[in-house]
């Protein structure tokens, strides 16, 4: 079973930047596909961007050309490179994998969490 942590949250001012990395362990992320996910306080946990085993992309349309999700399967990592961030990309970001086929950014898709990284954009 896959082991996921997150790391480079923090706190930006608008149009700021931030990188989230996702590190892998006691399996490797070629048998997954991978997602960002994010929870904003009182509203439910919602799909970001999602990459294939074949770096296939997708994202969630209010991050599109904004973030970017990326995988190094050798060091077992996953990335979501954050540009442009507004105070409504506030909230809590979570590394997930699948074993689906698809690429998809449903959160039952996934089973396999991290423990989230906070994100907070101020205005």
């Known amino acids: 079973q896959v082991q996921l942590v997150e790391s480079g949250g923090g706190s930006v001012q608008s149009g700021g930047s931030l990188r989230l990395s996702c590190a892998a362990s006691r399996s490797t992320i070629m048998s997954y596909q991978m997602g960002w996910f994010r929870q904003a306080p009182g509203k439910e946990r919602e799909g970001v961007a999602g990459?294939?085993?074949?770096?296939?992309?997708r994202y969630a349309d209010f991050v599109k050309g904004r973030f970017t999700i990326s995988r190094d399967n050798a060091a077992n990592m996953v990335y979501l490179q954050m540009n442009s961030l507004k105070p409504e990309d506030t909230a809590v970001y979570y590394c997930?994998?699948?074993?689906?086929?698809?690429?998809?950014?449903?959160?039952?898709?996934?089973?396999?969490w991290g423990q989230g990284t906070q994100v907070t954009v101020s205005s």
């Open positions: 997930a994998a699948s074993t689906s086929w698809t690429n998809t950014l449903n959160t039952y898709d996934y089973t396999h």
């Open positions: 990459i294939t085993r074949g770096h296939n992309t």
